[in-house]
């Protein structure tokens, strides 16, 4: 029987051959081993399942994934954590990337919070994000847990605890694509998690995709509005304001 490993990594796909390489290759590569990586793919009619084959032997028994259709990006990630069996979980987009101390990082901050004296039961640790666009490097930033009533934080750094998924739940896949919002501010709002913020570069994220869309704008302010973090007034303004905007975009 292979050796259970502590963390598990989580990579969703679809049609991701131009960068899923790049992805698997920042997981092989990680400084630390004592991880399974689980890919969950939506049935890729590009070449995306043969990149993955060509690293399975690679991984040395520590990669098993998956090829079918599946209902979207959230419930594949929902799938992963499901397969998953490590005590530590994060999740990388097919077109994001680790550092390569990613793992190690987030289990030492396991570990020295599991040896700390404290009341909370679950945990949610995150670092910083660089951001990329066409090759060239844009920012390195990281938002604070203590303002995600204001917004996100970096969803590529987050590494959660498998009882805090077990307890709390996973991603609710009415959002297209603010899920990850939607599930930190549950976290968040639970009272009892353990949020920490590392001084360490952990993931890389590929500016563009969905997250820039006008679609994933309109999903953000409903996560907004269900949390009570705006008015149905103001979600309905906001709302007929950014369709009148796209209406008039697609005018000119």
Known sequence: MAEKKRCSIITV???????????????LNQTSKDYEYIIV????????????????EAF????????????????AMNKGIEMAGGELVGIINSDDW???????????????????????????????????????????????H????????????CFVTMETYEKIGTFNTKYISAADYDLMLRFYEEGNVHFEALESVI???ALGGICA??????????????????????????????KLYDRLKGRS
């Open 41 to 56: 793919d939506g049935a890729s009619t590009d070449d995306t399942v043969n990149i993955i084959k060509k690293y399975e």
């Open 98 to 144: 680790y550092e390569e101390d990613a793992v190690c990082k987030m289990l030492e901050a396991l570990d020295r919070w599991k040896l700390t004296d404290h009341q909370y039961p679950y945990a949610v640790f995150y670092g910083k994000l660089r951001t990329w666009r066409d090759g060239k490097e844009v920012s390195v930033a990281q938002s604070n």
């Open 213 to 242: 869309s006008d679609k994933a704008y309109y999903d953000l302010l409903k996560v907004r509005h269900d949390h009570k973090l705006m008015s149905s007034p103001a979600y309905c303004i906001e709302y007929c304001k950014c």
């Open 60 to 75: 040395e028994g520590r990669l098993k994934w998956v090829s079918e259709p599946d209902d979207g990006l959230y419930y």
């Open 146 to 157: 203590e303002t995600l009533r204001e917004g996100m934080i970096a969803h590529p750094t």
């Open 203 to 205: 993931a890389n994220f």
């Open 13 to 27: 796909s679809y049609n991701s051959a131009k960068t899923i390489e790049q992805t698997i290759k920042s997981v």
